[in-house]
């Protein structure tokens, strides 16, 4: 079961319904562009265009062979619902760290913990969602780490995982629709990346 914070939201709707029939919305922490939080807004809200610059993060998990572990994300997501992304990404509470907000999340959307993660930086992208009509305005904390436990996917948020090398992720984003930011934070992950995985896993 979802791991929820004392008001009874969780990450995967923009609202969530309390026993007493009330909607209760999921805020994020708003930052500057060096990373300093200023205020907080409704998820939904911060990702309507032109869209508020926010708090995020994304995880890159490994397997001892230095495959990537990617997601596609469930069909029933309002965001970006269907595409293949990475191991799993989000958005801290506000006042929760990002590195404990991307170790609860990848708990209770994979049903693990990873065996090591580690920082990775941070990268500020401006990403439209074509197909949803939302934008990604994201000051967003990269991790990169090991998985060996069997994963849970949950299915409300995960529709398909799968292991890839690099080459094989090659031909699957260009056959597949992956999130907008997806190469983005790759991209700017990839240097921890190697240092995690070695030279031989390719990335």
């Known amino acids: 079961m979802p791991i929820t914070p004392a008001n009874g939201q969780t990450a995967g709707d923009p609202a969530v319904s309390t026993p007493g029939g009330t909607a209760e919305p999921i805020m994020l922490e708003l ?3 060096d990373g300093t939080t200023i205020g907080t807004a409704e998820k939904l809200a911060a990702h309507q265009p032109p869209g508020q610059l926010h708090r995020a ?5 490994f397997d001892e062979k230095g495959r990537l572990l990617l997601q596609r994300r469930a069909l029933g997501k309002y965001h970006s619902p269907g595409v293949w992304s990475n191991t799993c990404c989000g958005h801290p509470y506000p006042g929760e760290a990002p590195f404990a907000a991307a170790a609860r999340r990848t708990a209770e959307e994979l049903g693990v913990a990873p065996s090591l993660m580690a920082e990775a930086g941070t990268v500020r ?8 009509g939302l934008v990604e305005q994201e ?3 990269l991790f990169v780490g090991l998985v060996r436990a069997e994963t849970a996917p949950d299915p409300e948020e995960i529709g398909e995982i799968a292991f890839v090398t690099p080459d094989e992720l090659a031909e699957r984003h260009a056959e597949a629709p992956f999130s907008a930011w997806f190469m983005t934070v790759l991209d700017a992950a990839r240097p921890a990346v190697r240092e995690l995985t070695g030279g031989a896993a390719g990335w």
């Open 31 to 33: 930052v500057d562009e």
């Open 125 to 132: 992208y401006n990403h439209p969602d074509p197909a949803s």
């Open 57 to 61: 993060f994304s995880v890159f998990l």
């Open 139 to 141: 000051y967003n904390h």
